[in-house]
T-cell receptor, first 112, second 113 residues
Framework: GENVEQHPSTLSVQEGDSAVIKCTYS??????FPWYKQELGKRPQLIID?????GEKKDQRIAVTLNKTAKHFSLHITETQPEDSAVYFC???????????FGAGTILRVKS | EAQVTQNPRYLITVTGKKLTVTCSQN?????MSWYRQDPGLGLRQIYY???????DKGDVPEGYKVSRKEKRNFPLILESPSPNQTSLYFC????????????FGQGTRLTVV
């Protein structure tokens, strides 16, 4: 089955700096890669996703890149703000799969 | 408002006392699932359901049961809770299978003593 590894487990950045979180997956059939943000005490919420027919996707300050050959994908947050502080989860799935497989999560702290 | 609702939000119980965590969604989603969240382990799927009366095991199903008698409801049942089931539980629903956005409930913090 699918296995998703996520790094780093914690990340501290200064406000205004960029943050990068990386994930690798094992199942070459996976073709859907979402990122979820979980603020303290809240539920996970989708912030961006990418499908395997696309190499990069942007939405304002966040972007996701995908390297299918290497089986890894990354979340990039530019101009970080204190409200970006949260736990971020990557996940992988495929069209005929029955589940999302999540990484272990990254605690992002943005220091002001 | 489109939402997934779990109850209760917090629960402290004793070992062996059966409990049910309810989950309801109002988005007419076919796919629902239960996850547990533990520090350093991320979100691990317990059970999922692709439609009414169709359920299957996820990655960590031991000690749990589910049922899907109606499309909107997907309760999680712990027949005989044990301390290792102390965790934060999330229900989620999505329009399709694994390749569509999952909408999560607000979570249930369960403590088994």
């Amino acid at each position: 089955g699918e296995n998703v590894e996520q790094h780093p487990s914690t990340l501290s950045v200064q406000e205004g700096d960029s943050a990068v979180i990386k994930c690798t997956y094992s199942d070459s059939a996976s073709n859907y890669f979402p990122w979820y943000k979980q603020e303290l005490g809240k539920r996970p919420q989708l912030i961006i996703d990418i499908r395997s027919n696309v190499g990069e996707k942007k939405d304002q300050r966040i972007a996701v890149t995908l390297n299918k050959t290497a089986k890894h994908f990354s979340l990039h947050i530019t101009e970080t703000q204190p409200e970006d502080s949260a736990v971020y989860f990557c996940a992988a799935s495929h069209l005929y799969g029955n589940k999302l497989v999540f990484g272990a999560g990254t605690i992002l702290r943005v220091k002001s | 408002e489109a939402q997934v609702t779990q109850n209760p939000r917090y629960l402290i119980t004793v070992t062996g006392k059966k409990l049910t965590v309810t989950c309801s969604q109002n988005m007419n989603h076919e796919y629902m699932s239960w996850y547990r969240q533990d520090p350093g382990l991320g979100l691990r799927q317990i059970y999922y359901s692709m439609n009414v009366e169709v359920t299957d095991k996820g990655d960590v199903p031991e000690g749990y049961k589910v049922s899907r008698k109606e499309k909107r409801n997907f309760p999680l049942i712990l027949e005989s809770p044990s301390p290792n089931q102390t965790s934060l539980y999330f229900c989620a629903s999505s329009l399709g299978r694994g390749d569509t956005e999952a909408f999560f409930g607000q979570g249930t913090r369960l403590t088994v003593v």
